[in-house]
């Protein structure tokens, strides 16, 4: 069955410091990847998404990269601050059908 | 940008009665909202796509005449728990895909919780 990893255990790290968090997938062939933020008793925003023929893709502080040989994709949050602290998201997608299937999500503590 | 709201944002009801939660695309038009739940610390989980129009699609393992949902316009739908039980606490987050793109926008949920 299809299954999406991410780590479950919190990624504390200290301000100014990048931050990447991990997903990795099996059983998939994702047309694309998407990651949202989901911030305690909300709904998840979104953040990027990356095609299947991408390698990495960027936006301000955020860069995602997708390997789609290691069924994995790394999303990168530079120069973190306070205000990223939250849960983050990453979602699989297929061609021709809109629902995503999601991780279950990491929980990113930045210490100022 | 993209905006879709739920009501209500939360909702404490007894066993056995019915509760109704809707899902607004407030500057968009959405022929299809996927409605998703959430256990603590866990996953979103797909539990059925509405579609305008015609019936809803329900993933395996969701009850279709427990989770009843209707697509009523291009910007409205709504998922009714009927006969709730405890075990249908939980977080309800719906979602509508964007007219241009793959990228979802997801309303701020409703935190359901069965006495």
Redesign the interface.
């Known amino acids: 069955s299809q299954k999406i990893e991410q780590n479950s255990e919190a990624l504390n790290i200290q301000e100014g410091k990048t931050a990447t968090l991990t997903c990795n997938y099996t059983n998939y062939s994702p047309a694309y990847l998407q990651w949202y933020r989901q911030d305690p008793g909300r709904g998840p925003v979104f953040l990027l998404l990356i095609r299947e023929n991408e390698k990495e893709k960027r936006k301000e502080r955020l860069k995602v990269t997708f390997d789609t040989t290691l069924k994995q994709s790394l999303f990168h949050v530079t120069a973190s601050q306070p205000a990223d602290s939250a849960t983050y998201l990453c979602a699989l997608g297929s061609t021709g059908r809109r629902a995503l299937t999601f991780g279950s999500g990491t929980r990113l503590q930045v210490q100022p | 940008g993209a905006v879709?709201s739920?009501h209500p944002s939360r909702v404490i009801c007894k066993s056995g009665t019915s509760v109704k939660i809707e899902c607004r695309s407030l500057d968009f038009q959405a022929t299809?909202m996927?409605w998703?739940r959430q256990f603590p610390?866990?996953?979103?989980?797909?539990m059925a796509?509405s579609n305008e129009g015609s019936k809803a699609t329900y993933e395996q393992g969701v009850e279709k005449d427990k989770f009843l949902i209707n697509h009523a316009s291009l910007t409205l739908s709504t998922l009714t728990v009927t006969s709730a039980h405890p075990e249908d606490s939980s977080?309800y987050?719906c979602?509508a895909?964007g007219q241009v793109?793959?990228?979802?926008?997801?309303?701020?949920?409703t935190?359901l919780t069965v006495l």
Do not use: A, N
């Open positions: 879709v739920q299809t996927f998703y610390k866990q996953s979103l989980m797909l796509t977080f987050i979602s895909p793109g793959d990228e979802q926008f997801f309303g701020p949920g935190r």
